[in-house]
C-alpha cells in the first residue's frame, strides 16, 4: 500500500513570491493534516482538512492556506514568503476523525528554503 | 491551551543500558502518540495509545500512558545504536474524539553509543 507522498520534495523560492505544496494521502485515507518543522519552533499544527472542509487551522497568518479535493488530496499555498517560512511541510493522512483508532501517517515532506 | 513538555531534551545512552523519556500534557486528552524521526527523515509513527492504563511494546521500546496524571512515558530497554533518533510525543487536541490536531513536545534527542 503506498504511503503519503507529498510534492515537491525541495522547493526554493525568494521573499514576496508564493508557493503552493501538494499531498496525496494513502487510499482511503479522508483527513489531512499538516505541520510545518523548525528547529526553533518545532512541529506546529497548521490547518486540518476532512471531507473538503478545514476543520481546524493552528497559530498561523492569513499567508497560510490550504484546501482539499473531492479524491482527499490536498494543497497548501503560502502567499508572500518572508524568510521564517523556510521550514520541513509535512503532511500526514488518515482514515477519518471518527474512526476510533485514527493514526495518522506522515509524508516525506517538503523542504522549502526562502532566500 | 494545550501545552505538552517533553524530556529530557537530550539523552545520551549506552547501549545495553535502560531509560525513560517522559511526556506531560497539560489539558484533558485521550489519545497520544509517539513517532521517530530519523536526521532529514519523516516522522514514523511508534505507538497510539487511546486508554488510560493502555500499555505498548514494540521491540526495545514500551509506551504507558496514564491520562489521569497527563503523563506518557516511553521506556528504552537494553538500548542499541539503531535506536538512535529522535523522539516525538504528540497530543490529540480533542477529548472523546479525534480532531487531528496534534501539539508536539519539543522532541528527545536519543544518542546510544557503543
Known amino acids: 500500500k503506498a504511503g503519503v507522498t507529498q510534492t515537491p520534495r525541495y522547493l526554493i523560492k525568494t521573499r514576496g513570491q508564493q508557493v503552493t505544496l501538494s499531498c496525496s494521502p494513502i487510499?482511503?485515507?479522508?483527513?489531512v493534516s499538516w505541520y510545518q518543522q523548525t528547529p526553533g519552533q518545532g512541529l506546529q499544527f497548521l490547518f486540518e482538512?476532512?471531507?473538503?472542509?478545514?476543520?481546524n487551522k493552528g497559530n498561523f497568518p492569513g499567508r497560510f492556506s490550504g484546501r482539499q479535493f473531492s479524491n482527499s488530496r490536498s494543497e497548501m499555498n503560502v502567499s508572500t514568503l518572508e524568510l521564517g517560512d523556510s521550514a520541513l511541510y509535512l503532511c500526514?493522512?488518515?482514515?477519518?476523525?471518527?474512526?476510533?483508532?485514527?493514526?495518522?501517517?506522515f509524508g516525506p515532506g517538503t523542504r522549502l528554503t526562502v532566500l | 491551551e494545550l501545552k505538552v513538555e517533553q524530556n529530557p531534551l537530550f539523552l545520551s545512552m549506552q547501549e545495553g543500558k535502560n531509560y525513560t523519556i517522559y511526556c506531560n500534557y497539560s489539558?484533558?486528552?485521550?489519545?497520544l502518540y509517539w513517532y521517530r524521526q530519523d536526521p532529514g527523515k519523516s516522522l514514523e509513527s511508534l505507538f497510539v495509545?487511546?486508554?488510560?492504563?493502555a500499555v505498548k511494546q514494540e521491540g526495545r521500546l514500551m509506551a504507558s500512558l496514564d491520562t489521569k496524571a497527563r503523563l506518557s512515558t516511553l521506556h528504552i530497554t537494553a538500548a542499541v545504536h539503531d535506536l538512535s533518533a529522535t523522539y516525538f510525543c504528540?497530543?490529540?487536541?480533542?477529548?472523546?474524539?479525534?480532531?487531528?490536531?496534534?501539539?508536539f513536545g519539543t522532541g528527545t534527542l536519543l544518542a546510544v553509543q557503543p
Open positions: 500526514a493522512s488518515s482514515l477519518a476523525p471518527t474512526v476510533s483508532y485514527n493514526e495518522q501517517f
Open positions: 487510499s482511503g485515507h479522508r483527513s
Open positions: 482538512y476532512f471531507s473538503e472542509t478545514q476543520r
Open positions: 489539558t484533558t486528552s485521550d489519545r
Open positions: 495509545l487511546l486508554s488510560n492504563g
Open positions: 504528540a497530543v490529540d487536541e480533542g477529548y472523546g474524539g479525534a480532531t487531528n490536531k496534534l501539539i
